[in-house]
């Protein structure tokens, strides 16, 4: 799969920012897909998750209440609303997709990233 990030930039503590990621997604597959952050020196940590079957999503915990993982069939493109943005949100966001039932991190096919600056 095919992934192409887009949406960061710059944005003051309290502000929002949606991301996209265009996504070459066959139709009749199922897929996992998520978006990830990584701080540079840290490892990569899971944000929001979607999977194309159920439409189910599921948040990891810097994220509830604040961020919202959607996918437009139609545009083949999953996105993440990002609201009432902290300086700890910053870091390069990036797509993923994967089978499910893998493991994401050793599995997925990822996106270049795009930057995401909270100050």
């Known amino acids: 799969v095919q992934l192409v990030e887009s949406g960061g930039g710059s944005v003051q503590p309290g502000g929002s920012l949606r991301l996209s990621c265009a996504a070459s997604?066959?139709?009749?597959?199922?897929?996992?897909l998520g978006w990830f952050r990584q701080i540079r020196g840290k490892e990569r940590e899971g944000v929001a998750l979607?999977?194309?079957?159920?439409?189910?999503?599921y948040y990891g915990d810097s994220a509830k209440g604040r961020f919202t993982i959607s996918l437009d069939n139609a545009k083949n493109t999953l996105y993440l609303q990002m609201n009432n943005l902290r300086a700890e949100d910053t870091a390069m966001y990036y797509c993923?997709?994967?089978?499910?039932?893998?493991?994401?991190?050793?599995?997925?096919?990822w996106g270049q990233g795009t930057q995401v600056t909270v100050s």
């Open positions: 979607l999977f194309t079957r159920d439409a189910s999503t």
């Open positions: 993923g997709s994967w089978r499910c039932g893998m493991n994401p991190y050793s599995d997925a096919d």
């Open positions: 997604l066959n139709p009749d597959s199922d897929y996992c």
